[in-house]
């Protein structure tokens, strides 16, 4: 797709769909509840459709319609074994998440996901999984998909008379060596069925949605400080879920305002979890003239309207405990970092290397293309910000983040921009170019 650089500025009101992470969960923990859990604003991308898929194939009942989508859990206990290998797509949430849920049931399924899928590290699940007791091999000896997850280590509760199972995984207080929700989330939901309490400690506090809404659903989850900690055998319920627009998705029109003189844009009731809004306090920290508004919160979840007008950035440094609460949003963050006066220093964010593409490479070699003067790092880059951009070919490495990012670089670049590969947008955001055209009209 070509793009040219924009002539007029964008302005209006707009939504944005639903949260990605947010979405998943609802189908997974909704899966696991006793009793139908009804999702509205249901983010319709690749990635949440995989999670269905998946779990259709685990014998759940799911209806989706573009107003709502149904899921009739079965609880705890209630997954079918899948007839075939389940196909997670792109999506490394459902990958990750679904395989803790997997070592905890008494059949064995196989797990694959496409070619990014299956060079995305698996390591850091396979290992505290095993720890707990699981059989999970990666199939190709390589840490990553496809995996096979022999969940069928189940012994039988003291009552003879009772058909219930019990796994046999085993509690355990995990220190994860990366702060990672992915990571964190797999362990407490094969903490669901482990014998004691399981615990994950993180470096720094990743997003915190499967806290959220597990405790919404009737678990019992604690956090103090960076550790989560749940307790087995939950019976959960199901619930109504109205899931916020996901502020990873809002990112690339925050930038587009900030940048392109005139601007003024309503972005309407995005997600702004703490544990997600580190694109906020960047921004305003850059010197962004933006507004928080009309505050809601619906299960445990805030959200608001915000209101971004053009702004003049400067440079900062970006890094430590913030990383995870933007770690999406860095290429995006990247791009406005070029334009901005002075030096930008993104460090200690080396989990972009094994994001959909190593997206330190990726952002630093196309922004080079453009014009700008970037350099990589082992755990970040430094931008030198403030000289113009210039169009070149981008290709998206089929990374949707990627695609978008470039695609509001582009909004600024003198000349022409062509972006390959950018029908990858459908995973997070199937409408971004829609939604785009309307508000440059
Ligand atoms: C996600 C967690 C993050 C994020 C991904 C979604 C989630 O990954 O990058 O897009 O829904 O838990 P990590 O947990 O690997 O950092």
Avoid: W
């Avoid at 009552?159 to 046999?168: F, G, N, Q, R």
């Avoid at 989990?351 to 003067?373: F, T």
């Avoid at 029908?423 to 170019?433: A, G, L, M, Q």
Wanted: charged share 20%.
């Amino acid at each position: 797709m070509k793009f040219t650089k924009t002539t007029a500025p964008l302005r209006g009101e707009l939504t944005v769909p639903g949260d990605k992470s947010i979405s998943h969960r609802a189908v997974m923990f909704g899966a696991l509840a006793q009793g139908t859990t009804e999702v509205t604003n249901f983010l319709q991308g690749a990635d949440c459709l995989s999670t269905i898929s998946c779990f259709c194939q685990l014998g759940i009942a799911i209806d989706n319609t573009p107003e709502r989508i149904l899921i009739h859990g079965k609880g705890l206990h209630g997954l079918t074994a899948p007839a075939d290998i389940l196909d997670t797509g792109n999506s490394g949430t459902t990958t990750r998440l679904i395989s803790g849920i997997l070592a905890g049931q008494p059949f064995a399924s196989t797990l694959n996901g496409d070619a990014s899928i299956q060079s995305r590290p698996m390591k850091r699940i396979i290992d505290p999984l095993t720890q707990m007791g699981a059989d999970i091999v990666s199939l190709r000896g390589n840490g990553c998909a496809p995996l096979l997850i022999n969940g069928n280590k189940f012994i039988e509760t003291a009552s003879p008379s009772s058909k219930d199972t019990m796994a046999a995984l085993k509690g355990i207080h995990y220190r994860s060596p990366v702060a990672s929700a992915q990571v964190k989330s797999s362990i407490l939901l094969a903490g669901l069925y482990a014998d004691d309490e399981t615990s994950v400690t993180e470096p720094y506090v990743s997003r915190n949605h499967t806290e959220l809404m597990l405790r919404g659903f009737g678990a019992d989850i604690r956090t103090e400080g960076t550790t989560a900690t749940i307790l087995p055998h939950p019976k959960l319920h199901g619930d109504l879920i109205s899931v916020p627009g996901d502020i990873s998705s809002a990112a690339y029109f925050i930038a587009a305002a900030l940048m392109v003189p005139g601007s003024e844009l309503l972005i309407r009731n995005v997600g702004i979890n703490p544990t997600r809004d580190g694109i906020l306090r960047v921004v305003r920290d850059m010197g962004a003239k933006i507004m928080v508004l009309n505050e809601t919160t619906n299960g445990g979840e805030p959200a608001a309207d915000l209101l971004v007008k053009h702004s003049f950035l400067k440079g900062i440094t970006i890094g430590g405990a913030l990383i995870p609460t933007l770690i999406d949003e860095l290429p995006v963050i990247a791009v406005l970092a070029c334009l901005a006066d002075g030096t930008t220093v993104i460090k200690d964010a080396q989990e972009l290397k094994v994001k959909e593409s190593n997206r330190i490479d990726v952002v630093v070699n196309h922004l080079q293309a453009m014009g700008a003067h970037i350099e990589a790092t082992e755990d970040g880059m430094i931008i030198e910000g403030g000289y113009p951009l210039h169009g070149a070919v981008i290709d998206s490495h089929l990374d949707h983040r990627i695609a978008m990012s470039f695609t509001i670089a582009s909004l600024m670049a003198d000349g022409e921009t062509e972006i390959l590969g950018v029908d990858c947008v459908n995973i997070s955001y199937p409408d971004f170019y829609k939604t785009l055209e309307a508000l440059e009209r």
